[in-house]
């Protein structure tokens, strides 16, 4: 079985700063806050999709309350 770009689940933080649109200190100051979780796979640093995903919830939830109830359900 062939394992497509879309298919991802972990991220470097090179590319979950790119993911995201921001630097990667910022997504390590995220990582030291506690507001974006991460797996540790021998030394490196990974950020799972879904810790990502849940980052851009809170996000949207703390600023943009009245368009959660617009947004489509997580399938």
């Known amino acids: 079985?062939?394992?497509?770009?879309?298919?991802?689940?972990?991220?470097?933080?090179?590319?979950?700063?790119?993911?995201?649109?921001?630097?990667?200190?910022?997504?390590?100051?995220?990582?030291?806050?506690?507001?974006?979780?991460?797996?540790?796979v021998g030394t490196r640093a990974l950020i799972h999709a879904d810790c990502i995903d849940e980052f851009v919830a809170r996000l949207m939830a703390e600023q943009h309350p009245e368009t959660i109830a617009e947004l489509p359900a997580a399938a």
Request: charged share 25%; glycine share 8%; aromatic share 4%.
């Open 1 to 40: 079985m062939m394992i497509s770009a879309d298919d991802k689940r972990l991220y470097t933080i090179p590319e979950t700063a790119q993911v995201l649109g921001i630097g990667r200190t910022t997504v390590y100051d995220l990582l030291a806050s506690g507001q974006l979780k991460r797996v540790k």
